[in-house]
């Protein structure tokens, strides 16, 4: 049986079912939310409709089997806070077609899988960190949320599903398919991008610890305002990186606590994380290195204390040549004219799969290059190709 698109459309749009926002298509289904687990039991019980194995591991990552050996293709079904509903479900459900289609067919075995916790609600991409062997589960464990939730209370509440963890050996190759999540596919016209390399990313958390005082009382010369501290961090830091940053390096604050957020009181304390992205692990080094001299000398000058917490990240990685050599004669029999190489400024869970087998990625093009926002969007065809690229290279892969 030849690979059924609108079967391919159903599931993903039953998966969006599972935290659906209300806003557009958004999602929210972190991580171990009630939404997250319902949805890993619906898919569960697709794959063993489909004749594959469903099979849970420690952390949740849940996977599809055939056989003994074989290729495994997938993404995650975890979403950020306000999450869309294609970033990692549109490469499960794929992988899950795929995995159907070559079932039904009597061959190539190709296995499907999605991955826990992508989304970094605990660590960076937590459940293909753990099981690639980059961290341990035991530290992983005593990492929190931003609401002081841990790792183990939360993985805790799939214990009954969790089997051991799975041998890598037992495949043969990962192969993943995603949304662009920005504009490039989009602006030039393209509907398939054979990614080439993936970037490596940095997140620290860092506090900076004041003195909460009365806002009408006291003198601005005697504050030490710990808001004061973070803009002024924000503001040096910007003009240090100049030297520094490549055009394509990021970076951002984007979760910030202050204390006790109240407009009559001068803040006593600010957390917040810094996240920073290049595909040159030197210049990730550097930026780290003026990110702690920045913070200690802002401390220093406006009398506030400074902490630093422990940096995660993943290395910048390079796809397989041979997966993207198939995933490049995909593309070119199916979408000619239409595809380009291209690197991933998204961070996906093909990076730490391809520190343990041969891993490639494609991309279909984002509307508007929205993604991490309910708008997030896609053309359907353009899904249905993606999936038609992605299942001739997983055929020659895995056959
Ligand atoms: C993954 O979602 C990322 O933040 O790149
Ligand atoms: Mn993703
Ligand atoms: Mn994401």
């Known amino acids: 049986m030849p690979l059924d698109p609108q079967r391919f459309l159903d599931d993903l749009h039953k998966l969006r079912s599972f935290g659906a926002s209300g806003v557009g298509k958004g999602v929210?289904?972190?991580?171990?939310?009630?939404?997250?687990?319902?949805?890993?039991k619906w898919l569960a019980g697709r794959m063993q409709e489909a004749g594959l194995e469903p099979y849970f591991d420690p952390l949740g990552n849940l996977f599809g089997l055939t056989g003994e050996n074989s290729l495994l293709v997938g993404s995650h079904s975890d979403s950020q806070p306000e999450g869309g509903w294609l970033d990692g479900a549109l490469g499960v459900i794929a992988?899950?077609?795929i995995a159907r289609a070559a079932r039904e067919a009597g061959g190539p075995p190709v296995s499907c899988v999605s991955f826990q916790d992508e989304e970094g609600r605990f660590g960076v991409l937590t459940g293909s960190d753990v099981w690639t062997g980059k961290l341990a589960i035991e530290e992983a464990d005593g990492f929190s949320d931003t609401q002081g939730n841990t790792l183990a209370g939360m993985r805790a509440r799939m214990a009954d599903l969790a089997g051991d963890f799975l041998?890598?050996?037992r495949f043969s190759g990962f192969l993943e398919m995603h949304i662009e999540q920005g504009p490039y596919l989009e602006e030039t016209g393209l509907a398939i991008g054979v990614v080439t390399d993936i970037v490596g990313i940095r997140d620290m958390r860092i506090t900076f610890e004041g003195r909460q005082n009365h806002a009408g009382t006291t003198p601005m010369h005697l504050r030490r305002d710990a808001f004061q501290a973070l803009s002024a961090f924000n503001?040096?830091?910007?003009?240090?990186?100049?030297n520094v940053v490549a055009p394509a390096t990021v970076w951002t604050i984007g979760h910030v606590v202050l204390h006790p957020n109240a407009s009559s009181v001068v803040p006593g304390r600010a957390e917040f994380?810094?996240?920073?992205?290049?595909?040159?692990?030197g210049r990730l080094a550097r930026m780290e290195e003026i990110i702690a001299e920045t913070a200690q000398e802002i401390a220093a000058g406006h009398g506030v204390a400074v902490q630093l917490g422990p940096v995660m990240g993943i290395e910048p990685a390079a796809m397989d040549a041979g997966f993207q050599a198939e995933l490049a004669e995909a593309a070119q029999a199916?979408?000619?004219g239409k595809w380009q190489r291209m690197p991933s400024g998204a961070l996906h869970d093909a990076a730490n799969l391809a520190t343990v087998m041969p891993a490639g990625m494609l991309f279909v093009p984002s509307i508007g290059g929205i993604s991490?926002?309910?708008?997030?969007?896609?053309d359907e065809a353009d899904l249905v190709?993606?999936?038609?690229?992605?299942?001739r290279a997983a055929r020659a892969l895995a056959g």
């Open 235 to 242: 503001t040096m830091l910007n003009s240090r990186f100049e």
């Open 372 to 378: 991490h926002a309910f708008d997030e969007d896609t």
């Open 385 to 391: 190709l993606g999936l038609q690229v992605l299942d």
């Open 28 to 40: 929210v289904r972190q991580a171990y939310s009630d939404a997250d687990i319902a949805a890993r």
């Open 273 to 281: 994380s810094v996240q920073w992205r290049d595909a040159d692990a």
């Open 167 to 169: 041998p890598h050996g």
């Open 334 to 336: 199916l979408a000619p």
């Open 95 to 97: 992988g899950l077609e």
